[in-house]
């Protein structure tokens, strides 16, 4: 084990343009002898959705207090409001509007005759409040959905069904390798001028189980067409099935750069994939859906196994190609307000280009047969070496729910059957697992039904030895339990208002809602199915509603627990262990590997490798030449609208208190955010604060229990959250620090909104030890996995907490600190209980009054005025403390560098320094330069040459920290050597007024990115 401590160096002013040497570095790095490795994804709602797709460097990171929050306990999901289990119904892409196109702009049948194409039918989707068209090309058989409506953030996506025979990672490289380079547009990588110089809104790839899908989205319409010509080019004539160098650099490849060295493994799949099978939790989801589908295509895994991609030859990848990515095969989705006639017409250029083909014959994906007789299986994890290995076993059972798909009803009745068990903290499943003290957190997460056949999985984690037959005894007791008593009716009524409040909301985030709608149909249209059906989901919710009153719940859920789960013979039983020798012993048999390539290999073999290596290398670092550049259609600086984005705002006084209204159309929902200035709090408090707010939402009142609590929050509103929130102010070494409540209901619910949230904040009692401690444990492990899965970003916020307060302040709520901290209140939450309840008690005294309150209400006009006499009654009752006095914090960690060893396979390396203490000061080019670095040189040198799955920077200008992040890197030093050289890449940088004109255009739509009614009145 060796650990990398790194010297440190104050950096000049920049006006002298020395190379920007930072004063620290923080590592997260490899131990040889090591446990798991690391991953983007958490294990969450499901352990069997498996998308893979390319990371996109973000110039203008999330807030770390992203990462803080804990979210509603109505609606406990990944994102902030948005409905778990429930993806059959979940409205993510439905228009808040009427459609205000004219017919002409459907198309006509005789535009789409002559350019190829039938009409097969067409359909007014009024939860869509769009037009949908299915049209099917002649030639090749290939089938368009066409969504017409008034949506500007136009999307286009093609989906090819693509199901893997191994697992050597074919589809998810292919992926990859088809973005580099086309017919006619021949550069190394058009993917990244387009994410240089575009306005989109969305630009990405992913590869599933069985199918590939490539979206794109924009609100500007020439930049949308750019794209989907991009786009349709690629997959249809990359460069890759030509190229092996693209094969090898995206895949993988020998590296050898001298004869005299060890031969290693390199390639970016191979490297996200070695972070991926490094979190227990990814191996568990693997493990499992390979032990559910034994004998179809969801047995192996698309994305690859890293002992297997080496085996993946380049003619069978070019036969992949070949084979799937054919119009025949293809699902084309146009959705928005632009033209329906100008789709076709770019399609049809494209897809006359080729005649019918088997392919999506081929491509059928198998069904499952139904076991007979359960299955159990025990699998090793890499786990760290100290700690108590016994407790660290992981159980999850999975049941197969059918051998074919289900119908809409059927589907419909059971997501809300998961959100009954698993959807919220109150849920009796979920809740009963997390009391039971038998583990940390839960795995699984309930029905996954993006797949041919629709599963159900839970189980925990942090499980002691012992224990593993209990949690499994447990499981099948309670759903035993509810099967023959039922839910109670307002846990029922609760998850019933859940639902309809997220379809009318329709609140997709920053994921565009037209892609949220495509991925919906889909689900359906992948397998031969009625791809209108998912979108329609009105009948069949009225219709589960009515049976529901009229039936009872019982009566409606109890056979689908006893038919699905319970009498259902096909469950799979997964057993995690913990290994601190596997990640030991998966390397020594990859260097064995190796050692025997090399060793069959003759003096004219090793030096031929080393010559494709310097070769490949070469290519990488060779710049495009310009006529290739140009190739690539882009946006002029006339194409952008000269005036930034107007959100409206009031500013006014409601009994002393500042309020915020804007005026915007949300369809007739209230969102509002209730601000706390937390700058009085004791320093020795902070790390409590994300516990604080968690026990605010989940603990009980006096008269109400927080199982009662949280099913009257389901019922009136659509959804609470609290949480910290910290920042910077530019010029200004004072942070600003916040608690917000956060929370949304119908305008007619306004009243009961504002009630419950005074509730929460004033009324919640915090006695109840046991729950406490849950939450402890849970906030550990979810550390835990983050620090694992998102390294980057805890080395990030390790740098900012060196060098600026408000980072300070972020990490002792959410970075390493923050995890020290909760093994130690562990311990002490048994050992001094009403010492840390006092301390709640104190946090809330200090924090929650009317001086430094700040309210924000987004919502229309009209439901703004009527709102005001609620948020009088809020305010009148907070406590009004007379003096609000800062505290004196002692906000920096000493600023030295670090290297934090975790159980890894892959690095994440950082770096940064604060350039306003340099006395730098900011310019609007700042924008431009760091994006520019971010997909230039770092995606080139740290990505592309390096083989990490993610290089990137970024410039946070309120506290003047610049940082460079690696992700899945395999390396450390050569990393650290890239970015010391930033400087004299940008001294010698020539740009022309095309490539500036990109940096800029692209700059422009992150900073006036797409946002939803209720993101632009918190933004604003």
């Not at 013979?569 to 030991?584: F, G, N, R, W, Y």
């Not at 929902?669 to 968690?694: A, G, R």
């Amino acid at each position: 084990m060796t650990t990398f401590t790194l010297s440190i160096t104050t950096p000049p002013p920049l006006h002298q343009q020395p190379p920007p040497t930072m004063n620290r570095n923080v590592l997260l790095r490899t131990i040889s002898a090591c446990t798991s490795r690391a991953s983007l994804r958490t294990f969450n709602r499901s352990i069997h959705r498996q998308r893979h797709h390319r990371l996109i460097p973000n110039v203008h990171r999330s807030p770390l207090s992203h990462h803080l929050r804990q979210l509603s306990t109505a609606l406990p999901s990944r994102v902030n409001f948005n409905t778990r289990g429930l993806s059959v119904i979940n409205p993510r892409a439905i228009a808040t509007s009427s459609p205000q196109f004219s017919q002409d702009a459907v198309g006509s049948n005789d535009v789409a005759e002559k350019l190829g194409f039938e009409k097969v039918s067409e359909q007014f989707i009024e939860e869509c409040k769009s037009t949908a068209v299915l049209y099917k090309h002649k030639k090749t058989g290939c089938e368009v959905m066409s969504v017409l409506n008034d949506d500007e953030n136009k999307v286009f996506g093609v989906v090819f069904r693509t199901p893997p025979k191994d697992s050597t990672g074919i589809p998810h490289i292919l992926e990859h390798s088809v973005l580099c380079g086309s017919r006619k547009y021949p550069l190394k990588e058009p993917f990244v001028e387009l994410l240089k110089g575009s306005l989109h809104t969305f630009l990405n790839a992913f590869t599933y189980p069985d199918r590939t899908c490539y979206p794109v989205a924009s609100t500007n319409t020439k930049d949308f067409y750019n794209l989907v010509d991009v786009y349709l080019d690629a997959v249809f004539f990359p460069k890759c099935v030509e190229d092996i160098q693209t094969f090898q650099q995206e895949g993988w490849h020998y590296e050898l750069n001298d004869p005299s060295e060890d031969i290693t493994y390199k390639g970016v799949v191979f490297n996200e994939m070695k972070g991926v099978y490094s979190q227990p939790d990814n191996i568990l989801g693997r493990t499992s859906q390979q032990a559910v589908f034994p004998d179809n295509a969801y047995g192996v895994d698309s994305g690859g196994d890293p002992q297997v991609i080496p085996k993946l030859t380049f003619e069978e990848f070019k036969d992949f190609h070949r084979k799937y990515y054919h119009p025949s095969n293809a699902r084309i989705w146009f959705y928005g307000d632009d033209d329906s006639n100008e789709r076709l017409r770019i399609l049809s250029e494209y897809l006359d280009m080729f005649e019918a083909s088997p392919a999506r014959h081929e491509s059928k994906i198998e069904t499952q047969k139904l076991f007979s007789k359960p299955v159990r299986v025990v699998e090793k994890y890499p786990a760290a070496e100290g700690g108590d290995l016994k407790k660290n076993h992981m159980v999850c059972l999975n049941w197969l729910l059918s051998d074919k798909p289900l119908d809409l009803e059927t589907e419909l009745a059971l997501g809300f059957l998961d959100h009954l068990l698993l959807g919220t903290p109150a849920s009796p499943l979920r809740k009963i697992l997390l009391e039971s003290g038998l583990g940390d957190a839960i795995v699984g997460g309930g029905i996954e039904d993006e797949l041919l056949q629709p599963q159900f999985s839970i189980g925990l984690k942090g499980v002691s030895e012992e224990n593993i037959q209990k949690v499994e005894a447990l499981i099948m007791s309670t759903l035993e339990n509810l099967a023959n008593e039922g839910f109670n009716m307002e846990a029922v009524e609760a998850s019933m208002n859940t639902i309809e409040f997220s379809l009318r909301e329709n609140n997709t985030g920053s994921f565009p809602r037209g892609l949220a709608l495509m991925l919906r149909a889909v689900g359906k249209w992948i397998y031969d199915m009625d791809p209108f059906e998912p979108l329609k989901y009105q009948e069949p919710l009225a219709a589960l509603k009515a049976r529901i009153e009229k039936e009872g719940s019982k009566a409606v859920f109890a056979p689908l627990i006893e038919k699905y789960i319970l009498n259902n013979s096909h469950l799979v039983t997964i057993e995690m262990q913990p290994d601190p020798e596997k990640a030991s012993q998966d390397e020594a048999v990859e260097k064995e590997i190796l050692e025997k390539v090399k060793g069959s290999m003759t003096e004219e073999d090793l030096a031929e490798l080393t010559r494709m290596t310097h070769e490949l290398k070469l290519k990488q670092e060779t710049p495009d030449p310009p006529e290739a550049l140009k190739a690539v259609p882009s946006l002029s600086l006339q194409d952008i609208p000269k005036k930034p984005i107007q959100i409206p705002i009031e500013v006014g006084d409601i009994n002393g208190v500042k309020v915020l209204q804007h005026d915007l159309f949300t369809n007739d929902v209230l969102y509002t955010e209730v601000v706390f200035d937390m700058s009085s709090l004791k320093q020795e408090l902070l790390p409590l604060v994300p516990l604080f707010c968690q026990s605010l939402l989940e603990m009980g009142t006096k008269d109400l229990d927080f199982v009662q609590l949280n099913q009257l929050i389901g019922r009136k509103t659509g959804g609470i959250s609290v949480f910290p929130l910290t920042s910077s102010k530019r010029g200004s070494e004072a942070p600003i620090t916040h608690i917000i409540a956060r929370g949304k209901a119908m305008s007619a619910r306004t009243e009961d909104l504002f009630n419950l949230v005074n509730c929460i904040l004033q009324d919640v009692q915090f006695t109840d030890q046991k729950r406490f401690k849950q939450f402890v444990s849970q906030s550990k492990a979810r550390m835990e996995n983050r620090l694992r899965g998102s390294g980057h970003g805890v080395a990030a916020a390790r740098m900012d907490a060196k060098l600026n307060s408000a980072g300070w302040i972020a990490e002792q709520m959410g970075g390493i600190s923050y995890l020290e901290f909760l093994k130690e209140l562990e311990v002490k939450v048994e050992q001094d209980w009403s010492g840390i309840s006092s301390s709640l008690e104190e946090i809330r005294r200090t924090l929650l009054n009317k001086k430094g309150c700040l309210v924000n209400l987004t919502a229309d006009g009209k439901n703004l005025k009527n709102s005001e006499k609620y948020v009088g009654k809020f305010l009148d009752l907070l406590p009004s403390n007379s003096l609000v006095t800062p505290a004196s914090w002692n906000a920096r960690i000493p600023s030295t560098n670090e290297a934090i060893v975790i159980p890894t396979q892959v690095n994440y390396v950082g770096k940064a320094a604060n350039l306003y203490e340099t006395g730098y000061q900011l310019k609007g080019s700042a924008y431009v330069i760091s994006k520019h670095i971010s997909n230039t040189w770092l995606w080139d040198r740290v990505r592309v040459s390096g083989g990490a799955y993610g290089g990137f920077c970024d410039f946070d200008t309120h506290s003047g920290v610049f940082s460079f992040l690696s992700y899945r890197d395999p390396n450390l030093l050569k990393t650290l050597d890239i970015y010391d050289g930033t400087s004299d890449f940008l001294r010698q940088l020539e740009m022309d007024d095309d490539t500036l004109t990109k940096a800029i255009i692209g700059t422009i739509g992150d900073v006036d990115s797409y946002q939803l009614p209720d993101a632009k009145g918190y933004s604003r």
